[in-house]
């Protein structure tokens, strides 16, 4: 499940706040249920600049505030997005 609440400036800037939440999964072993399904929650924001009409960059922050049989993930990434065509 995600949920994403976000908020325009203008036409060349946005953020939002974002949680996603996954649960369950099953691990078998040598027919053996593992008892191990995993959960977690991650909140974030993101935040998106135009550049130019055909260019932008995007920051996005994320962490894993809980993790149970998952990782301890901090996510940070910046992406540029050009777009062609009309």
Do not use: C
């Amino acid at each position: 499940m995600e949920g994403h609440i976000s908020y325009s400036f203008n036409d060349s800037l946005w953020i939002s706040s974002d949680t996603r939440y996954s649960f369950r999964g099953a691990t078998v072993v040598d027919g053996v249920d593992q008892d191990n399904g995993q959960q977690n929650l991650i909140v974030g924001s993101e935040m998106m600049i135009s550049i130019h009409s055909r260019h932008s960059l995007l920051f996005e922050i994320a962490k894993a505030v809980v993790h149970h049989y998952s990782p301890a993930v901090v996510g940070l990434a910046v992406k540029y997005d050009y777009t062609w065509g009309q």
